[in-house]
């Protein structure tokens, strides 16, 4: 099973364009975590409307407590082998979970992938690297080179049982390069994936993301 881990703060308008990329992807294996950090909006109730339309929606509410709250909060809640991080102005591409379990080895620590950033329905940027396989303890020079698309958590797939430290609640810049640090400390093989499954959305200033 797949946890998908998705914070949602004053979401309105792009939350069911997430929630439907992760429900309508053809591994139906999966569950949602969604946590609402006290949106102002209608977010909470988009939430509830989905969860009595499918059982693998999970809704957690929260008072305003930032993102890495949140996230922690999937965290724990997760029962999935694998995790995935998804922001609720983004989504994900049409048969993202089957691609990436095919590479999901018995010994892959980690799948990273490319993204595609858009403002305004405009395409800006596709961050990627050539797809290859890297064991991180070999070599330091592979770690920077992942560095260009290895800031945050959400252009990757874990393996749950290697998590082993939580994101720091005390941070509001950098908490997500930490957990993603922290996170390589425990990990060998790493496959990296030239496709770009993951979009992110830059029009919401006034979100999470």
């Given amino acids: 099973m797949i946890t998908f881990i998705v914070p949602v703060y004053n979401a309105e308008p792009t939350l069911a364009r997430c929630l439907d990329s992760i429900l309508k992807q053809d591994y139906a294996d999966i569950e949602i975590i969604a946590i609402n950090d006290g949106s102002s909006d209608r977010s909470l109730q988009i939430l509830m409307e989905y969860r009595k339309t499918d059982s693998r929606i999970q809704v ?20 999935g082998e694998f995790i995935m991080f998804v922001d609720s102005d983004d989504y994900i591409e049409p048969n993202t979970c089957s691609r990436l379990l095919e590479y999901m080895k018995e010994d892959t620590d980690l799948v990273i992938f ?19 396989i890297i064991h991180i303890k070999n070599d330091i020079n592979d770690y920077w080179n992942l560095r ?32 993603v640090l922290e996170y390589l400390r425990n990990i ?9 499954f993951y979009n992110v959305s830059l029009d919401n200033t006034g979100s999470l993301n």
């Fill in 60 to 79: 957690l509410n929260q008072k305003n407590s930032g993102v890495s709250v949140a996230r922690n909060q999937g965290i724990l809640h997760a029962s």
């Fill in 148 to 179: 260009t698309i290895n800031l945050g958590p959400c252009n990757k797939i874990y393996r749950r049982t290697l998590i082993k430290s939580l994101f720091d609640e005390t941070l509001s810049l950098g908490e997500d390069t930490l957990f």
């Fill in 188 to 196: 060998n093989k790493i496959q990296v994936i030239n496709k770009c």
């Fill in 114 to 132: 490319g993204l595609n950033i858009y403002k305004e329905g405009r395409l800006l940027r596709t961050p990627h690297l050539k797809t290859a």
